[in-house]
Each structure stands twice: as C-alpha cells, then as structure tokens.
C-alpha cells in the first residue's frame, strides 16, 4: 500500500491550498479581458508601473539571435493574449480580494487579433520590435530529390490542449527573517528556485521553495509564471505570507496549453509500400511570447520524425510563430505525440493509396538494425516487437473490427540528468528527488530500489516533497523521465550510502537505520537508444447513433523496460491513452473569432469523464532493459503518444473519411 | 451572519457572510481540507460531499443552504482516521495518482455501493460521472468501485 | 477564484412571507436547490440586493395527486421523481427526462422549480413537460394562475414570471398506455445539450389515437411542440419525419462550438427519427 495514496484517501493531502498562515493575504490577477490591445488606462492595484520585469527562459544560449520575446510579469502599454495579468490586488480576506479585483479599471484600444498560424504569417508583427511573427526556424534532415514513382501530400493539424490538471496551479510565498520561502505545486521545484532568484534578482541563498502534494501536472507546473513574481514580489514588500490559487477559468485562459501543431508533409515511396522519404514542413503556435521550449518545439517534431520506421531522407523545416493566444507550453507528451500523429496517418495515407494494410506497410519499413535517422535520432531495429506485437494483440480480430493501428516511440527526456538525497533519519529513511514527484510511480520505485540496494524494507521509506533546501539542485519531473533518471541518481546515492553502511560494518537493517547517515548524488544523462521506448496501439471505434463517435476499446502492447510496479505503470498507461482518445474526439482548446477561450468550464474543455472510459487492454512487456541501472524506460506519456493516431484511424475506418485534423471535425459525420 | 452547520457529526459556527459557498465553510471554517475545489462550477466533483445522505458538490452551494442538514466529508466516511471499505480498496488497487479526486471517488462510491442495486461496470461507470479523475483514465477506479458495491 | 459578491440573504417559511419580501425588494433572486442560482452569483452575471430562499416553503414542497391530476411541487428534487411519481406513461416521461439531468449531485441537490424557471433552451424537464401538455402553476400575491407550459417560456432565458411571481410547481394529466420516448446528444458531458427530443403516443391497431412531441435543445431555442393531429396511421412514420425534418430545416442553427449548423441538424434528425421509431414501431 502507498502511504501517499492513504493519507490522500483519508482527506489528509498538503496540496497547495491547503496551505495556510497566519496573517495570510489573498492575491487576485486581473487580466486582459481582449486578445490584441493597446492599454489605455489601468488604474488600481500593482501595475507593470509598479512592477516592471520580465519573465526569463533557461537556456539562455538559445535566445541569442533569435526573434524571440519574453512574457512581461505584467502587460505594459499593450495586451498581447486575453487572459494576460494586467494588476494585482490582495486582500486578508479572499473574497474580498476579488471584490478588489473587480474595482481595477482597464481601458483598450482594440486591435485585430491574429490567431491562427496562417494568419501569423501574413499578418504585420504583433510586437512592434519585431520584423515579422516567425519566432524562429529550423532545418532538420538534410535536402534530397528522389525521382519516386509516389509522392502524397497532407496537412495535419493536432488543436491546441490544455493540460488541465485537476488541481490549478498555486503558489505561497512568505519572505520571512531575510528569507523568501515558496511552497508552490510543481513539477520542479528547482525551474521555480532558478527561476525566481534570476527574475527578482535574489541570492540563491535566500530562497527556498518546497513543493507541496501536486493534483497533476502534466506539463503546467514546469514553468515560471508570472503569478508567482507577482507573489513573491509582494511577500517581499509586505512581509507577509501571501497565496494564489488559480481558477480554472483562469487556468483556461492563461496557462500554457500544449500542441497547437501543424504539418504539410509529403511522403515519397515505391508501388510495394516502401517508403523513401518525408518531407516538408512543421509550424507551431507558440502564442504571443516565447521560451526556449516552445520555440524549439519544431525541431523536436522534426528530430523524432522518422518514428521506429527506417526512412532514409528527411528534410523538415519548421517554423514557431506568434499568434495573440496564452503563450504554449509543454502538454503531456510534448512533441512526442505530434511527430507519431503526424508520421502515422501519412503513412496511412501512402497505405490507402497503395491499397495496402496499413500494418503490412508499417512492417516493411520496420529497422531490423540499429537505424540512424538524417535527423540525428538512433533507434533500435524496431521490427521483431512490431511483429510480436500485432500478434499478441490478435491482429486478424482487429482487423475484423476495423481497427486502427498506431506504432510510435517515447524517447524519454533524460537530458540534464538527476539528482537524489538519501537521509537517514529518526528509524526513517528519507528521501529527495530532483524530479518532483505527482505519481505514485516515484513512490513505489524509490521503495523498491532502497529496498534493494540497501535491505531496507519498503514501509520505513519516505519519499519527501520537493525542497531546495534539502537537495540543493536537480531538474524536474518531465518527459517520461523520471524513473530512468531520478530512479538512476537515487541508485547511485543508495550505493554510495551501502558503501558508507558497509564501511562502518552495520549489517542488519535496524542498524543502518539507526545511524545518521546520508548521501546524496547527481549526474548529466545522455540519451541512448535502449533508453526508447516502443508504444504498439489499436483502438476500436463506434459512431453512437450515426452522430456521435467514440472509442470502444483501446488494446495498448507497450515497452517499458524494466517494470517497477506494473499496477502503478497500468494507471498512468490508461490515463495516458484516456487523454489521448480525448484529444481526438472533443477535447482542446478553441478561441472564438476574438480571441476568447470560448470554454468557460472545465466540462467544456472536452476532458473524458467516466463514461468515455473505453475498455482498455493493455499488455506492458519487455523489449530489454535500458542502460539505466534498473532498467526501467519511460512509460508516463506513452498513451498520449499512441493513442491519438490509432484512435483517429479507427473513426476513420468507420466514417471513411480523411481524418487529418484533431480534434475531429463532427461536420464530418455530417 | 451566523451559520451554524454539523459536519462529520460536529456543530461548527461562525459568524460569516452569507455569500460563504459550503466548500469554503467545510474547508476554511471547519479546518477539513479533504475535501477540493477543481473547477468551481459542478464540473468536476473534487468538492462533493453527502448532504442528508446524498452527494452534492460543494461549490454549488451557500453554507446557509446547507443549515440544519447533515453533511459527512471524506474525513468523515469512516470512524476516527481510518478508511471505509471504498476507500481501503482505492488505495490497495492503487487506484489513483496524484489523489487530488479522492474526496470526489470516496464520498461517490460510497453511496453508489450503499445505495445502488444490481451493480455491474456499467452501472459504476454512469454512476461515477460527474466526478473527474484527469491522471487515471479511470480504468481501475470503476472495477475498484464495482468490486466493493458487489460485495456490500 | 469565483466568488459571489455580497448579498442579503432571506430565508423564507411560508408563501405570504415570499410575497411580501419580494415586493419590497428591487431585485431579489430566488433560490431553490441553487445549483445555477449560485453559478450565476459566481460568475457575477447578476447582483441581486437579496437571494431569497425558497426551500423551506412548505406548498413547493408537496406532491398532490387528485384522480389522474398531479402537481409537482417546484422545490421537488430531480432524483425524488422516479420514487414519488405514478406509474403512468406522462410520469414516465417526466421520470426518463429527469434522469438524465446532470449527473446525481446535480439531481440531488437541483429542483423542478429551477429547471422549469430558468429557461435555459438546455433544460431537460420542459421538453418533457411540453410534450405531455402541462401547466406552469404560478403564485402571486392575489392568487394563482395556470398557464400552459407552451407558453410560459418568452425566449431563451426569458419566462412570463412577473417580479414578485413565484412558480409553485406543475400540473398535468395521468395518461395511461402510451409509449414514451426520451432522446438528448450533448458533445461534452455537463455541458449543454445540442438537441433534446421528447415523444409520447397512444396507439391501438395501428391507428394513431394521440401523438405529442416536443423539442428544445441549444440548437433549436425555447422549447417547441409539434402538431401531429393530422397523422392517424403508424405507417405514415416517413411522412410523419418528413414533416419534421422539414421543421428542422426551417429554424437558423448557428455554427459554434457545439459544431456546425450542419451537423446539428443531423442531430436534430437522428433525434427526432429516434423518437418516433420508438414511440411508434413495433
Ligand atoms: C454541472 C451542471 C450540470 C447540469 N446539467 C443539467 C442537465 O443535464 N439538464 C438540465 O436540465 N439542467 C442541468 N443543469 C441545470 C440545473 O442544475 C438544473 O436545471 C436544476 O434543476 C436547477 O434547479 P435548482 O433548484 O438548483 O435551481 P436554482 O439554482 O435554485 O434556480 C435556478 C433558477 O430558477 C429560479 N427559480 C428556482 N425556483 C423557482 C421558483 N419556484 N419560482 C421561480 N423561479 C425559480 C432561480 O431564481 C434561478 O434563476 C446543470 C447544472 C450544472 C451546474
Ligand atoms: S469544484 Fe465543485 S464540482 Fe468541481
Ligand atoms: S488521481 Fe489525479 S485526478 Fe485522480
């Protein structure tokens, strides 16, 4: 049993609003409530007059010559998305503070909005330093003619997705004795640390932030925002703790969304189903301001391509552009699920094309060894699991039910490595991870691997929150990363404290715990091919009543390395595969004409409920180790990566229409 | 003005405005802070609770409305600290993640496993909507709740 | 956060009490089981000076049952329907309607007063309401008056109550051996419906003895009853959708996000043809 998950049953979870101080006081955001807009006026509150700073993105190097702008704590002279902060009022009381927030007056001056990528590009500049909206560009692959006797082209568009955990984001700051302290609800307590020491100016000495219990995630609690200056510029000011909590109508309009990913591809191939190469273009909404993330966003597409086939020209440009929308940011999977959506339903076409199985196609481009992709990646030969897969998922039954089929990699972002912390304390183990855990998963592998390196039996282990203080650097949970490379650093801290154990002759387990030892460990990570995963999906659909389609039943054959816990791997491979059918049928974010969010609750964001559940059957297997110590691979957005593209081929199936574009267009069953 | 309500079997009463939502009493007021709001609009049901036996959300709701009514929390589900036998199996079958829905899937399945009949998945699984669960796809939640209403 | 802004809050315990508060006030809000009453305070899309609770009220607490008469009280909760009811086929439809409001905290906690009063074209009980020829019954200080459901509804969000008015609940006639049928389509759950089509009939050998449908629904507006009287045969059903379909193409559907005006319609079609085929194929 996982002591996390019971105290959460028992209502005795510390997430970030539960949270509370004496003397607390309440901060309210007021926002742009236009998408494109000069600011006339703004009276009342902390203004951008009081409080100019701009947010900054890590990875500095990659600004340098780049058309790149950073979102301001607080609009000045113009409002660039609606949802943007514009003022900052508090109060002791909370609702009063958003009685205060209603007396801020703002006045426009309107401006045509720009919100789609095409508009992007012929529209002028929606900041006026800059010379255009393309934020920046790529090349990936290298240039190639081929003289194929096929060559199809398509658009494919994936809809901008709003992470939506269930817990909005939120933040305490409390500057006290010199000090400033934040518990915030995060995916990364140190991408916060680093990130408000730079903004704020502050010694790194004299910040500490601990993350509380985190409600999910799934991309949003990675990133600096605004808010969180504002909070604790004001803790600073006032000296006293000070909260904000995000509304979901607030998390609707102003936190980063993810996807928002276009592509015109053309793929090359022969008359027998061999494909000789892909080609084209990859354009991503960043919205109105950048980071390094997002506007790189293109190029990792672009890298990941060529997906486990063996395609032996690539040439991809991509291009990240500004739109008047929330500025984007990762959502589940980032990246991964558009390069496999893309790739998969072009070489659905090229298969219908050719008349051929979409699987049968898909095998005879499979690597039976080691294949370098002209973009960089290294995959393993992908094809024997291919093979197993479609077996053990009963291809000849799936077909029968006009399934869709989808293969797709997961490529973990182990870059910049982990740290853990080891501490021997009170009869308890304890221990930190860089990568701030919101799973379960993270509790049950650092039991398990203590467990196994240090004889200590898995109910005196305590996987802490967060906290800079304890573990001074680390990265973040992210990427499907955190088993590989929080579970590697945890590893080799536990052999380093064995050593320590074994020095000082403590043999039995009551003995090590009633020491004061500890240990701590950190190491860069590179990517290797046995670190990547392969994600086999099938879905089966059906259009309720002609007007209504759904996923029946999604039959996931996944490569996760060495399981840690296949109960805890199962929930997070369903919840994965959920969000990813949602994503084709209803879910994602839409503006309206003004660049208004036009969901006002979070039902009309399309998230699944219970009732879209679909039957799910899901097989976890081997296909090797990873070169991480215990083996393990990533699994956390392996169901985002793989279902969209099976699901979108199994509507199609049945509608018999192209399906290029997410989520669906119901004009289509029209 | 003053609202008094019994929560979990306890009298609480403040002196508050009449504008306080429920969720706001039974967190800020009562100190129980199980119990979540996730979308303030009866969207999601981290905030449900029982009124008088059945579920209701909480952001829904005046605190005034819900005088003279007994209202149980997740806190309030089982005897002192302890887990009910929906709540016990979620946490066996590792049914959840990030556990911010527990409130929603413990106070749900409790009263779908104490007041519905002839339950099979089916049932649980429209039964169970109108409370959300972004991480888990939701899979085990259902055969979790389904298991324990069958046995009840 | 959502918050409401500040108010006076006024709990009243019997009619006369509601009646004089309501009048003295400029605008007050009256609340029942408050599930949208509360959303829109914290949405601040209104201010009222006071909420007037309503609960406590004992007459839109009642269920009477005279003969094949029966009056719902408006306070009544959706969920208690299916146990309070008879057992007739115009119950019935109440019954299928109410059941799929929401989901069961919004049963629970949402009354028949509020889903009749607040006119959103969403709302589950006054199509069903509608189809089987109801009665808004309405109080006001010098009595009380019956107005047909069909004509209670202005517009969208627009009802005939008058300020200092109050609905008591509804009225309607038993009616025994019909077929009843209940068909809504929604793109996300708990959020609004695209179309909602309700369906009762009364056949004996193949002959139409009586026929009511209605239908309501964000693309088609403040709920509409069709006149069926002409039709006598179950065979007519092609011409009977005909007839409907053609209907359909005369209201403006707008493309929004519930999709586009084309493809409402055709859930307007699928709903309707649904409907009948349940309410008249054997
Ligand atoms: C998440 C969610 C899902 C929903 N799903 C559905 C659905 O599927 N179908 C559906 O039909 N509705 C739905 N609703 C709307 C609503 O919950 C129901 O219509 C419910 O029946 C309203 O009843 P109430 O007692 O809560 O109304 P209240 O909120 O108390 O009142 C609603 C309105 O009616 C007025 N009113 C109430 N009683 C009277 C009276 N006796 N006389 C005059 N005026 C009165 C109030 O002033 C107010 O304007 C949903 C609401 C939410 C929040
Ligand atoms: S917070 Fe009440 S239903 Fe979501
Ligand atoms: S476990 Fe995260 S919302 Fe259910």
Redesign the interface.
Same mark, same amino acid.
């Given at each position: %049993?996982?002591e996390?998950?019971?105290?959460?049953?028992?209502?005795? /979870?510390n997430?970030i609003?539960?949270i509370t101080f004496p003397d607390m006081l309440y901060l309210e955001i007021v926002r742009s409530r236009k998408a494109h807009a000069k600011l006339l006026k703004v009276k009342g509150g902390l203004t951008a007059d009081n409080l100019d700073l701009t947010l900054i993105s890590t990875g500095e190097s990659y600004r340098k010559g780049k058309n790149y702008e950073v979102e301001p704590v607080l609009a000045k002279e113009k409002v660039l998305y609606y949802g943007q902060p514009v003022s900052a009022v508090y109060d002791k009381d909370?609702?009063k503070a958003k009685d205060l927030a209603e007396t801020v007056e703002i006045s426009y001056e309107e401006l045509k909005p720009v919100l789609t990528i095409e508009d992007s590009l012929s529209s002028k500049p929606i900041h006026d330093s800059k010379k255009d909206n393309i934020v920046s560009s790529f090349e990936v692959g290298k240039k190639f003619s081929l003289g194929s006797k096929i060559k199809l082209s398509d658009e494919l568009f994936m809809e901008r997705v709003l992470p939506?955990?269930?817990?909005?984001r939120g933040i305490v700051a409390f500057y006290n004795s010199g000090k400033l302290n934040v518990w915030i609800s995060t995916q990364s307590v140190y991408s916060i640390k680093n990130g408000l020491t730079r903004i704020l100016g502050l010694n790194p000495e004299d910040i500490n932030v601990y993350q509380s219990?985190?409600? /999910?995630a799934?991309g949003s609690k990675s990133a600096v925002y605004p808010e969180y200056v504002i909070a604790s510029y004001l803790s600073i000011k006032t000296k006293k703790p000070i909260k904000w909590i995000e509304?979901?109508?607030e998390h609707i309009s102003s936190t980063r969304p993810g996807r928002g990913a276009k592509a015109q591809l053309k793929i090359y191939g022969d008359e027998k189903g061999k494909i000789e190469g892909i080609e084209g273009k990859i354009l991503v909404d960043v919205g109105a301001f950048a980071d390094d993330l997002s506007s790189t966003s293109p190029s990792w597409i672009g890298y990941q391509i060529t997906g486990p086939y063996m395609i032996e020209n690539v040439f991809i440009e991509g291009y990240s552009v500004y739109t008047n929308k929330a500025p984007l940011g990762p959502y589940r999977g980032a990246g991964r699920p558009e390069a496999t959506f893309f790739i998969e339903r072009m070489i659905d076409l090229y298969a219908d094309y050719l008349g051929l199985d979409p699987v049968d196609v898909r095998l005879k481009n499979l690597p039976e060894k080691l294949f370098e992709s002209p973009t960089g990646l290294k995959v393993l030969p992908s094809k024997a699991f291919f093979e197993e897969g479609i077996k053990k998922l009963n291809y000849a039954e799936l077909k029968k039910n006009k399934a869709g089929v989808s293969f797709g990699i997961l490529i973990p972002a182990v870059y910049g490595g982990e740290s853990a912390k080891i501490k021997i304390e009170s009869g308890a183990v304890k221990v930190w991870l860089g990568g701030n855990a919101?799973?379960?998963?993270h509790e049950l592998f650092v039991k398990r691997i203590i467990k196994e390196v240090l004889g200590i039996p898995e109910d005196k282990v305590i996987l802490m929150n967060g906290n800079t203080s304890e573990l001074e650097k680390g990265i973040g949970t992210w990427g499907s990363r955190s088993a590989i490379t929080a579970g590697y650093a945890l590893y080799k801290a536990a052999l380093a404290l064995k050593e320590k154990v074994e020095k000082m002759g403590l043999k039995e387990p009551q003995q090590v715990l009633s020491s004061e030892l500890s240990s701590e460990y950190y190491e860069n990570m590179q990517l290797d091919p046995s670190m990547i995963s392969f994600l086999l999906t099938a879905a089966i659909a059906e259009i309720d009543e002609g007007i209504k389609p759904a996923i029946k039943e999604i039959l996931a054959y996944y490569d996760v390395g060495e399981p840690l816990?296949s109960?805890?791997i199962? /929930?997070?491979?369903?919840? /994965?595969?959920? %969000?990813g059918i949602q994503e084709v049928l209803t879910e994602a974010l839409k503006y309206d004409e003004k660049g208004k969010p036009v969901a006002?609750?979070?039902?009309a964001t399309g998230?699944?409920?219970?009732?879209n559940?679909p039957k799910?059957d899901v097989q976890i297997t081997s296909f090797g180790r990873s070169s991480a110590p215990h083996g393990a691979k990533g699994v956390g957005e392996a169901?985002t990566v793989g279902a969209p593209p099976a699901s979108a081929r199994a509507i199609e199936n049945l509608i018999k229409k192209r399906i290029n574009s997410l989520p669906i267009n119901l004009d289509l069953l029209a | 003005?003053k609202i008094k309500l019994n929560i979990n079997g306890t009298d609480y009463e403040s002196e508050e405005?009449?504008?306080?939502?429920l969720v706001?009493f039974i967190?800020?007021v009562a100190g129980?802070?199980?119990?979540?709001?996730?979308? &303030?609009?009866?969207?999601?049901? =981290?905030c449900?609770v029982l009124?008088d036996g059945?579920?209701? @959300?909480s952001c829904?709701?005046?605190a005034?409305?819900a005088e003279g009514k007994k209202i149980i929390?997740? &806190?309030g589900l089982s005897e002192k600290?302890?887990?009910n036998k929906v709540? @016990?199996a979620?946490?066996?079958?590792? +049914?959840?993640?990030?556990?911010?829905? +527990? =409130?929603g899937f413990?106070i749900?399945g409790t009263?779908i496993s104490e007041n519905e009949k002839n339950i099979d998945d089916k049932k649980v @699984?429209?039964?169970? +909507?109108?409370?959300?669960?972004?991480?888990?796809?939701?899979?085990?939640?259902?055969k979790t709740i389904t298991e324990v209403a069958k046995n009840e | 956060?959502?918050? *409401? *802004?500040?108010?006076?809050?006024l709990?009243t315990y019997t009619l006369d009490e509601y009646y004089e508060k309501a009048n003295q006030l400029s605008l007050p809000l009256i609340?029942s089981g408050?599930?949208v009453a509360?959303?829109m305070?914290?949405n601040r899309i209104i201010r009222p000076e006071a909420?007037i609770?309503i609960?406590q009220i004992p007459e839109l607490n009642m269920l009477k049952i005279d003969k094949d008469d029966v009056f719902i009280g408006a306070n009544t909760k959706l969920?208690k329907l299916k146990n309070v009811l008879p057992n007739d086929s115009a119950s019935e439809l109440i019954v299928k309607s109410a059941s799929t409001i929401?989901?069961?905290?919004?049963r629970?906690?949402g009354s028949v007063g509020g889903n009749v009063c607040l006119g959103d074209p969403s709302n589950d009980l006054p199509v069903a309401l509608t189809a089987i020829d109801a009665q808004a019954v309405i109080g006001k200080k010098d009595g009380i008056t019956y107005t047909p459901i069909t004509s209670f509804y202005i517009k969208p969000f627009k009802t005939i109550l008058n300020k200092g008015e109050i609905l008591l609940g509804v009225n309607y006639k038993m009616l025994n051996g019909y077929r009843t049928s209940y068909k809504k389509h929604f793109i996300n759950?708990?959020d609004h419906y695209v179309g909602i089509v309700a369906a009762i009939a009364k056949i004996e050998e193949n002959t139409i003895k009586d026929f009511r449908m209605a239908m309501a629904g964000e693309a088609v507006g403040k709920p509409v009853k069709f006149d069926l009287s002409e039709f006598s045969k179950v065979d007519e059903i092609k011409t009977i959708k005909e007839r409907l379909f053609d209907y359909v193409n005369t209201i403006h559907v707008e493309n929004n996000r519930f999709g586009t005006a084309n493809y409402k319609k055709k859930v307007l079609y699928t709903l309707i043809s649904r409907a009948i085929d349940e309410v008249l194929k054997f």
């Open positions: %049993m996982s996390r998950t019971e105290k959460f049953l028992k209502g005795k /979870g997430f609003d539960d909370r609702y939506n955990p269930l817990e909005t219990d985190t409600g /999910g799934f509304s979901r109508e919101h799973w379960q998963r816990s109960e805890a199962y /929930g997070q491979i369903t919840g /994965g595969l959920l %969000m006002e609750t979070l039902s998230i699944a409920y219970s009732i559940a799910y169901g | 003005m405005e009449p504008r306080m939502l706001d967190r800020d129980l802070k199980g119990t979540h709001v996730g979308c &303030e609009t009866g969207s999601c049901g =981290a449900m009124l059945m579920p209701v @959300k829904l709701m005046l005034v409305q929390t997740i &806190e600290n302890g887990l709540q @016990k979620l946490s066996e079958k590792k +049914a959840l993640q990030c556990g911010f829905c +527990a =409130a413990s749900i009263w @699984k429209e039964g169970l +909507a109108g409370v959300v669960c972004r991480c888990s796809g939701y899979d085990t939640i259902i | 956060m959502k918050v *409401p *802004p500040d108010f006076k809050y709990r609340i408050g599930t509360v959303l305070l914290k909420v609770d609960s969920y929401g989901d069961i905290a919004i629970s906690m759950f708990l």
